[in-house]
């Protein structure tokens, strides 16, 4: 793997990752309002300031060109009073003031440097048209601010405009006023309010970061606590029961595990006793086989006859070996999920009268009489095979477990979407205390005489299974000493 992709996936780990998104969040929540304030106040204050400014400065200008009417400055350009009042006009806001006459003439410059020129330009023309007009130079850091000097001082600017369109009469203005002061001072102080936004942004953006990873870690930490129960207890089922109950979402996840571990428990203790019950069910008639050979040849001289009898006793030993490892293998078949079926179209009525000729020797020996009883001509769809073994062990286990001259009663019916096959019979019935056991893996109500039978108690168990492979049911009623009946009831048509 190259390291590009490694990378990549670490990357993927870390998008991936609570914690980090977490942080982000948090992150982002703090900081976000934090931008947009500095954004907000800083951006705002040079707006501000330099409006405050211009309109001071208009203030000022439109007082100063009043004093200039006044004192008949345009004229007599010699004032004292006004002289003193440009220096401290210029003074005070760091600018240049001139004065234009009627003919476009500077007769006064503050810096002394245009005097008798002739100034043109468009500000200047559009006051002699009786407009205030200013303009900040945002690039030059000034504030223009050009006002017309009219005779009489109580125009305001929009009024004097009207009047003035009105009455064609430009002559009242008799020269202009323009003032340029400088912004740098503003520009100094947004620079100062701007790096002190700074330095506290980032102590913010610190702070932020400091409590986005203690939160991020604070809220992940009952998650990692939950990984670390289960690490616990993934070595091994213990009967522990872990808890971690900071939040509701975590209590879930650990009781939803707790289930899961409780049902392996209980699967891992059936294994542990499934194994058990193979290896002694198994091991039964080997030590029967080594018993009888062992007595044969501790005996020195045994006849023939004896030899005879013994090895006919370890033959059948042989065969109950077998029948359990095909029994066993028959469950292992049926442990598996209905996919492994294969599924066709079956005449059960057909199927049961096979099944009955086939265990007519069985039940002819002990005299027991076979009756079957069918209601209707039933086509199903299932696995001929496994429900073959599966309604073969019912009428088995009824001809096995009866009396002498008993019998045993088989009823096919079935309704539009199941068929049932009840096997009844007149046997020595099983405790009603037990009938919950009967299904169980090498469950036998009588030990000793189902093994004389040869019984291997995983009969049942098969059926069972077999018939929920086709998602049917079976039920078992009993009487002691009068009889069972075994219903089984299963769909007609298979629902995969
Ligand atoms: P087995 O191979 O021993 O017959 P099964 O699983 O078929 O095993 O049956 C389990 C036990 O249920 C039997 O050992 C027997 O005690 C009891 N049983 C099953 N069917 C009947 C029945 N029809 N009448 C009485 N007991 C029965």
Known sequence: MTGRIKNLINKAKVIRSLKARIFVLIFLAGMIPAVIMRFGMVGNYEEHAVSVRTSDVTGQAQILANHLITYNYLQIPTSEIINAELEQLSNLYDGRVLIVDSAYKVIKDTYGISEGKTIISEEVFQCFQGKTVTRYEKNSHYIEVVVPIVEDEFYEDEYLEEELEENGDIVKIKGVLLISVSTENIMSTGEVLSRKADILEITMGIIIIGIAVWLANVLIRPINRVTDAINEVKGGFTDEIIEVSDYLETEHIIDAFNQVISRMRVLDKSREEFVSNVSHELKTPLTSMKVLADSLLMQEEAPIELYKEFMEDITNEIERENKIISDLLSLVKMDKTAADLN???????????????????????????????????????????????ALTNLIENAIKYNKKHGWVKITLNADHQFFTVEVSDSGIGIPEELIEHIYERFFRVDKSHSREIG??????????????????????????????????????????
Not at 363 to 374: G, M
Not at 461 to 489: Q, Y
């Open 343 to 389: 599924i066709e179209a079956v005449d059960i009525n057909e199927l049961m009268e096979l099944i009955l000729k086939r265990l007519t020797p069985i039940a002819k020996k002990e005299d027991i009489e076979l009756i079957f009883e069918s209601m209707r001509q039933v086509v199903a769809e299932v696995d001929e095979v496994k429900i073959t073994l």
């Open 455 to 496: 019984g291997t108690g995983l009969g049942l168990a098969i059926t069972r299974n077999a018939i929920l492979m086709h998602r049917g049911s079976i039920k078992a009623s009993s009487v002691e000493g009068e009889g069972t009946t075994f219903t089984a009831k299963i769909p007609l048509s298979h629902l995969s």
